[in-house]
Structure formats: C-alpha cells, structure tokens
C-alpha cells in the first residue's frame, strides 16, 4: 500500500446515499489500497462467501456467491477523528446496499468487529463506475486499526480503490445551536443528493436529487444539556418523509430521526423529540437534515433550532377521517371520525369543523363540547350518519380556527344494503369454500387486553377489525376468524407460540378461545414457535420438556396440522438454538431427541420448518443437517429492499415484482440442501403504531395488488405441481400486517384469496356479526391519560394497565390493581400515556406484595417516548419489601437524564419471584416530592 495526499474540491467530498458529510476546504488522505499490482490485494483477506478473488488491470475483482461476503483490511493504526471518511471505488452488476465496518480491536467474536459500529451505503446495479464516500464517525474508537468491507449476495464487482481521508487543514468549528436561515446558510452545506441551497424570502431551498441527500451544518461543538427538542420549519411539496441526523462526541456513527412531512406547500415547525434516543446525549459534534427521501421535491428550511421544550403555535394535522367500523349498513347508525393531532407546542382552541356528506345521508354530531387540541395528543370530530338507501360517495371535512390547516380533507364512505338474515343466538356455521390448495396464514395472539389495541385506535384507527377491538380470549370471536378463514380458502393458521425456559404466555387464544370454539374442526393449526428468547434458554432439559408439551397437550388434536403425515413445528430462530447449545451439533442433537420422543409417544415423528433463515447454500446445508425437512419465513420481501432509494420506505408493489424471482431463488438453495421450500405471500408492513415515525413502511398495499401477489403465488405453486402457501401474519395489526377483515379492506383481502384459490363462483354474502345481532366485542379503551394518576376505584377497570408478561389476569378489586406473578420477569404495562416530563419529576406507587421468601426484591418503572423504547437506561428502580403490606414506594424519575420530552408508555416490575400477589393501590406522578 501506499500513501498520498489527495486534493478533493469541496463540492466533491464525502457524497453519496449513505451516511456522509462535506467537508471543508481541501483532503488529505490519510491511507488507502490501489490495487495497482496484479495479484497483490494488499493484505485484503476475503471471506468463503466471495469467490473468483483476484487483482487484474488495477482492479480487485470478484462475486459474492453467499449471504454474508466481506472483505477485511490489514493491520493499520490511524488516530480517528469525527471528520475521517471512507472512499471506495467500484462498480457491481447489481444494486444492494454495502457497509463498512471499523474497530479499533480485535478481542470480538467476529475478530474486533461488532453491530453498531458500521455505516451503510447504496450502491447502484449498472456496472459503471461509482465513488462511495461514507463518514463512519468513528471518533469514539480513539484509533482504528482495520476496516471491513460488506458487499451483497448476486453481485459482481470490481474495486479500483479504498481510501481512509480527512480535511487536510484545521477545520472551523461552531458553537451555534440555532439557524435562521432567513439570514444565510450558516455554513450548511450540501452532501451528494442535495442541490446547494439558495436564498428564498423564507430562508434555503434545496433541490432533492437522491433520497437520502443530507444538508450539514458546520462542524460542531454544542453541549446538548437539557435541549431535548430539535424544531426544524421548512415547506416541502412531495415528500412524506425526512429524517433529522447528528453525530456526538459520546457513541460511534452518525444517528437518524426520520419523521413524517405535510406536502401541502406551507410551512410549518416539526418538533422532533431527540431526548428520549441514547445516543443524544454528550456534545455535538454534527447535525444535519435529510430534507425529503422524495427525489424532485422543493424544500425550503426557514430555521434549524435546539430547544428544551416544543416551540410554535397551533398546528393541526389530519390523522384518519372516515366511518370507524368496517361494515355500515342502510339504516343503522354509522359512526365516523375525524381525528386530527396538533404538532405545535400551544394548544388549539376552538377549533370547528365542517363535514359535507352525500345526498340521502344524514348527519348529526355526536359526543359533547368541541375538542381540545393539546400538543401531540390526538383528538376527534365525532359524528353519527344515518343513511336511507346504499351510498358510496365522498365525505369532505374543512378546519376554522387557531392551527387549522389551508385545506379540505375528502375521505370515501361506503353504507350498505345488508342481508336479509334473522337474528342469531351465535355465529352462524362456516361453509367452508371448496379448494385444492392448502392455505394458511400466521397468527399472532397479542390482543389480550384493551391497552394492547390502544395505539391501534390512536395512530391506525382504519385498521380496526370488523370483530372491533375484541377480547381475543372469547371463543365467540374465534369462532367468527375460523367462519370467515375457512369460506375463503384458508385451511391453517401458524400459532405464533411463545415459551422460554419453562415459561408459556400468549396462550389466551389458542387455549381460552381455539380450543373452546364450536367451529375449530374447520380449521387446523401448528405451532410457529417465536423463539426469539434471551441468550442461554435453550437446552436439553428445556427442550426436553417442550417437546413433551407438544405430544402432551397439541399433536395428537384432530386439528393439529400434519406434513407428510407428521404433526408440523416452526421453528422461527433456529440461530438461537445452535447459539444456546454451543453448535450445530448440538442443535441436531435436539431435534433428534424431539424425533424419539414423538415415536415413543406412537407419533410417526415431526415434521420441523426452519423459519427465516437458509437464504445461502451453506446455512441451508446446515439446517439440513440439524434435522429441518423444510423451510419458510414470517415475511417475504425478496429484495425489494435492496431495490429502492429507501430501505425504509417501499413499495408494496415492488413486494409483488420481485416475490417470485424470490421464491424460485430461494427453492433452489433450499431443495438443492433436501429440504422442502415452502413460499409465503406477504401481508405488507407498517408499525408505526408501535415504533412511531421512524417505523419501516410499505405503502401501496391494495386489493388488487395482494391479489396479483396470490395470483405470482398461485403461478408458481403450478408449475411446480404443489399446493401449500403460507400467507404472511394475518393479524399483526401494530406491524402492519394484516389481512383479516377490517375497516380498511372490508372482507377485500379474504375476497382475493377465495377467487384466487377457491372454486366457488365469486358472488357471495360475507356475514358480520351486526348483519345477525351479534356483537360487539370490543374491549372499552382507556382514555389516553396526561395527569399521571391512576386510582384504581372502580371494580373491573384497570385504567389501561394490564398484564405485559409473567402475571396472572389482572384485576380491580378491593380499590386496588391485583395480579400474581407468574415468572421471574413479571411486568404491568400501562396504555398509551401522555406525560410532558418536564412537569413531573416522581412517581408515587402505593402497593403490597408477598409474603416472598425473603429474598431481596426490586421495583422497577420504565417508561418509552416517541423515539426510544423501554430500556434499562430509561428506568428507576427502589428496593421492594414483598412481606405484604402496604407501602409507598417514591421513585425520582426526574433524576434519570432519559426522563425528557413526552413519555408515551409505562411499565413496572413488581420484583422477580414468581408466586407473589401483588396489590397496587395508585400510581401518582407529581412535579414536588410526595410522602413515602
């Protein structure tokens, strides 16, 4: 290798789609690898995964044949710096994204390199060539002694060169933590992606030319302290989406906040709480904006600001509009909403509305004095409408007062005829639709509780599923999904099953609702075991005795499903049980053991699926032979992922593109390894109600496009002369995948299976529970709280606190909260919370648990906010004194530096002996220090 100084123009350094800034003035580099000399690929060592290795015509060329190829530096020594990057040379035959890894050891099980220290990239599939530039932010590593290229399976390459850079003089640091860019840029500048921005009357316009351009501030030197708040204004035109990032002194690489944008052409002020991300926290030393992941959109930024608190008058935003269940009928009451959220930080009061709904439909309002609109908190227009003959039309919805939008929301309604049916004491019987393939889908048993189905209403009310937010244990509502799941064409459901070390939970629908039902003969199911434990839970003695579960309590049910004759097991992580038992060898050993347990038990054995892994010939071959006769995933995305400028937005119709090139790539490893691939269909993804705005999405999921996804399938199974399909999750409404009938689709996505895979005509009558007097079964929703206090008074009504895991059905008895801890983990969760941190600084809990036995136990709250989850960071934890009596516990939230911003979810851990009963008498957050 060899060193030189490179000059680069400053337009010219640090561009691409990945993580990357400019930098200032001219670059030095610091070391790099030409690769001028044939057959010297100077000290670069290449994993099995790549094959065909060599130097040539100053290239390093080859093909990544596996899963998992990368190349790894030698040995070097560069002190690291915030303002180093990467620069690679290549060109590939097809697009994927790379990554570079860095370290500065090599005492790691993956010889020194480790997940989050990596930067990922784009690279473009037209074989020409293309300089990536990748800043690492690296400068908590002190030193960096090896990099780590990671290329992707299918592509060839060539590499001209890598090159470690930085800015070649002292660069100019700034101390500012606010940007008026009415009076100038400020020093912001464009990286690749990005026109350089000029002067508008409001502040910079950009030009978005890639989706993940990025503007950058000047290098920085800003203590965060307690600025908690980013408060960015600007105007955008098409994008939906943009993303804040920054870089600190205090962890490795540069940090991304994507949120939603208004299109709508005006400004307005986006409050992006980063206070509650770990790694805001320390010194900044970079901040920057992606301004639209929409190629061709117009942005102009009129200020950038750090704050300890929202900023901005009334702002309000369109949430959902439209009728709120899935089947309205002529002549019944139709309930719609009008939900809205106010982005800015003063509330918004009295605000009206003004609703136009089509001819022959009546409307009155419904609920009591118009809405408050406090900030992030949403509220609702409600309305009854009242139709007198079928409608499908529009309805329009127009804002007057403080923070209404500039426009009219238009929203369709469909009212309609209902069958002529009487009234039935129970769910009718199914009539199952007649059908040569064998279909089934995922289910996932989460919606236990009315706290679980809040954030559906909250953030994706459209989802609401036409049994309502029901009570998943009730056998009536299960009796309704195996009705509608067998007239159209699906035969199975795979029972997402959950059991760790000994501990069973999710189980209230298959045991209470399942097996309880009249209709459950019509529909088989299997077990999809969730296995995504903790480290070190799997072992013989355990698998021992969940294999003894399965044959005691599940295979030999006449609705148990059978492959090839055998009961079926889907095994969702088999990783974990190779990870746990020290190997393949030992996983095999399981699967073995599992074997002579079911033929000792007069079972001709089990037929075990490996779930979401064997996408290379290597780990097909050793899935193989740890005992899995097939192979199938929880999702399918082929590499659609890899085909757009946004991994983290794409669309559903790029999903059906490449599904079958997926499929019959993936069959060929598979059954070249001898097991059986099984394809599946996939549901979409959407979990913003559960991960917020920096969820993953899918957009674009239609009727008519899952049908020409079941249509590929349907092609495919053909041709090979098989008949089994996996749909994706049937009923993953906080991920986005879902497919049972809903308000959304209405029966549209089961309509499709059953023309797809059914020969039944297409004319037929789906009933809903409204259509014979039955119903509802919906769980009442709590009331999003912002006081912070839950008295727990009224018998039956836990104020949106349930059971998470590890306790027994939770009460309100006595005036107080009761459960019995069933595991060594157990936990209360509250319902959507809205607690500004600021104004509250403790948490009184009175509570008794016990008797224990003796040992020391611990109370623990954790709490979530829009961008971080519950972690150990973000909780407090005081010492529980289980002898069961009464006391108050004071935790000092307030002391956490994680307690900012808005504290979206809780969560308590009443100690960790199983056994226990546990009485909460109040829960009480409060700004002064209360009395223990």
């Known amino acids: 290798m060899r060193h030189t100084i490179l000059l680069v123009a400053l337009a010219a350094v640090l561009g691409s789609a990945s993580h990357a800034v400019a930098a200032e003035g001219a670059a030095r580099t610091v070391i790099e690898w030409t690769f001028d000399q044939p057959g010297d690929l100077q000290g670069w060592v290449p994993n099995s995964h790549l094959q065909d290795i060599r130097v040539e015509e100053g290239e390093l060329r080859g093909e990544a044949v596996d899963w998992d190829p990368f190349l790894t530096s030698p040995l070097f020594d560069v002190p690291a710096t915030p303002w180093q990057w990467v620069e690679i040379r290549l060109k590939c035959s097809r697009a994927g994204r790379g990554e570079v890894f860095w370290s500065n050891t090599l005492e790691t099980p993956h010889g020194g390199f480790s997940p989050g220290k990596e930067t990922g990239f784009e690279v473009p599939g037209d074989g020409a060539w293309h300089t990536i530039r990748v800043t690492p932010f690296w400068h908590t590593e002190k030193k960096i002694i090896h990099l780590r290229l990671d290329l992707f399976q299918g592509a060839r390459f060539a590499i001209d060169w890598i090159r470690i850079c930085e800015p070649a003089g002292a660069a100019d640091v700034s101390r500012a933590d606010a940007w008026d860019f009415r009076q100038g840029a400020h020093g912001w500048m464009p990286v690749e992606g990005v026109s350089a921005p000029t002067a508008s009357p409001r502040g910079i316009a950009v030009q978005v030319t890639a989706a993940a351009g990025l503007l950058r501030s000047p290098l920085l030197n800003v203590p965060i302290g307690n600025r908690a708040w980013v408060a960015v204004r600007l105007r955008a035109r098409k994008g939906s989406r943009a993303s804040l990032v920054w870089a600190t002194d205090t962890s490795p690489g540069l940090h991304d906040l994507p949120f939603p944008l208004r299109d709508d052409g005006h400004f307005h002020t986006y409050n992006l709480e980063t206070g509650g991300a770990s790694a805001w926290t320390g010194t900044l030393v970079a901040l920057g904006i992606r301004p639209s992941h929409t190629v061709g959109d117009q942005v102009e930024i009129e200020s950038i600001r750090l704050v300890e608190e929202p900023v901005g008058g009334p702002d309000l935003a369109l949430v959902s509009l439209g009728l709120e269940d899935a089947i309205n009928r002529v002549g019944k009451p139709c309930r719609l909403v009008a939900k809205f959220v106010n982005h800015g930080a003063k509330p918004a009061v009295g605000v009206t509305a ?120 009730n056998p009536e509502c299960a009796d309704w999904q195996i009705k509608w799941a067998v007239e159209h064409g699906i035969n199975f459901f795979l029972v997402d099953w959950y059991w760790q070390a000994g501990e069973r939970s999710l189980e209230h629908w298959l045991h209470n609702a399942y097996m309880k039902s009249r209709y459950r003969k019509h529909l088989k199911w299997a077990v999809m075991w969730a296995n995504h434990n903790a480290p070190n839970t799997h072992s013989e003695e355990d698998w021992r005795n969940v294999t003894r579960y399965w044959i005691d309590h599940y295979f030999k049910m006449e609705e148990y499903l059978r492959i090839d004759g055998k009961p079926a097991v889907f095994i969702w992580a088999p990783g974990n049980i190779r990870h746990d038992l020290g190997g393949s060898e030992g996983a095999a050993r399981l699967l073995a053991l599992s074997q002579e347990m079911a033929r000792d038990a007069g079972l001709p054995g089990i037929t075990f699926a490996a779930m979401n892994a064997g996408g290379s010939p290597e780990e097909a071959r050793t899935l193989a032979r740890e005992g899995y006769v097939a192979n199938a995933t929880y999702h399918w995305w082929a590499d659609a992922q890899q085909r757009t400028d946004d991994w983290r937005n794409f ?63 349907k092609a495919y199974l053909d041709a090979r002369g098989e008949k089994m399909l996996i749909l994706g999750p049937c009923n993953e409404w906080g991920e986005g995948s879902y497919i049972e009938p809903c308000a959304e689709f209405g029966f549209g996505m089961y309509d499709a299976i059953r023309r797809v895979f059914c020969d039944e005509p297409e004319a037929h009558t789906d009933v809903a529970p409204v259509d014979v007097g039955l119903g509802p079964y919906d769980f009442p929703l709590a009331r999003t709280s912002t006081r912070g206090v839950w008295e727990f008074n009224t018998p039956g009504d836990a104020e949106g606190w349930g059971a998470l895991m590890g306790l027994s059905t939770v009460t309100v008895r006595d005036g107080a909260l009761h459960a019995e801890t069933r595991s060594a983990d157990p936990a209360f969760s509250s319902s959507t919370v809205h607690l500004q941190a600021s104004q509250f600084a403790y948490a009184a809990i009175r509570l008794k648990a016990g008797p224990a036995s003796g040992r020391e136990e611990t109370l623990q709250l954790f709490w979530s906010t829009a961008s971080q989850g519950a972690s150990e960071a973000a909780s407090v934890k005081v010492p529980l004194v289980a002898d069961g009596r009464w006391r108050t516990y004071v935790l000092p939230v307030g002391e956490n530096p994680r307690w900012r911003g808005i504290i979206r979810g809780l969560r308590l851990d009443p100690g960790g002996t199983p056994g226990i009963p546990v009485w909460i008498d109040f829960i009480r957050f409060s700004k002064e220090k209360p009395a223990e």
């Open 354 to 473: 003004k609703l136009t709904v089509p001819k022959g439909v009546t409307v009155r309002p419904a609920g009591g004095k118009a809405p408050v609109f406090e900030f992030q908190l949403p509220e609702a227009f409600r309305y009854v409408l009242t139709a007198n003959r079928p409608v499908q039309g529009n309805v329009t919805i127009r804002l007057s007062g403080p923070g209404a939008p500039a426009r009219t929301f238009t929203a369709p309604i469909r009212i309609t005829q209902g069958p002529k049916l009487p009234k039935a004491s129970y769910v009718p019987p199914p009539k199952p639709a007649r059908t040569d393939y064998l279909i089934g889908t995922y289910y996932f048993p989460g919606w236990d509780t009315a706290g679980k189905w809040e954030c559906i209403e909250r953030v994706a009310p459209i989802r609401k599923p036409i049994l309502g937010y029901y009570d998943e244990a």
């Open 651 to 713: 669309p559903f119709s790029l999903v059906v593109d490449r599904s079958r090139p997926g499929w019959e790539e993936r069959e060929k490893i598979v059954e070249g390894a001898g097991m059986t691939f099984i394809p599946t269909a996939d549901t979409g993804w959407d979990s913003r109600p559960w991960h917020g705005d920096t969820a993953m999405t899918i957009p674009g999921r239609t009727v008519p496009q899952w049908e020409r996804l079941l249509r590929e399938a």
